[in-house]
């Protein structure tokens, strides 16, 4: 069965940190490009950070640029996003996203496996 399962949400005051992680089983990461997305109550689905099969190319949206560095473990099978100064408007739910394609893309509609998704709450 093929699973991504992410993990690593939580409550975290402004200003911490957290990693999330997405885990792959049933199948291997190595070819596929991987998205971090997140949505917040009341609001559309937010693409946050992408990377490349290869992991030589990556991305983020705006509103996480120079505080989020998205990796990947391909000996692991995994994919990590590390959440720096974290905001309140921060606050969604954040799932992960494998595509069949190794290019690197924001766009939720071109990813075919998602996870179950993570709380990640930001307050104090």
């Known amino acids: 069965q093929l699973q991504l399962v992410e993990s690593g949400g939580g409550l975290v005051q402004p200003g911490g940190s957290l990693r999330l992680s997405c885990a792959a089983s049933g199948f291997r990461l190595n070819y596929d490009a991987i998205g971090w997305f997140r949505q917040a109550p009341g609001k559309e689905r937010e693409g946050v950070s992408c990377?490349?099969?290869?992991?030589?190319?990556?991305n983020y949206a705006g509103s996480v640029k120079g505080r989020a560095t998205i990796s990947r473990d391909n000996t692991k099978n995994t994919v990590y996003l590390q959440m720096n100064s974290l905001k309140p408007e921060d606050t969604a739910v954040y799932y992960c996203?494998?595509?069949?394609?190794?290019?690197?893309?924001?766009?939720?509609?071109?990813?075919?496996?998602w996870g179950q998704g993570t709380q990640v709450t930001v307050s104090s």
């Open positions: 990377i490349s099969s290869s992991g030589g190319s990556t």
């Open positions: 996203a494998a595509r069949l394609s190794p290019a690197c893309t924001l766009t939720a509609d071109l990813y075919d496996y």
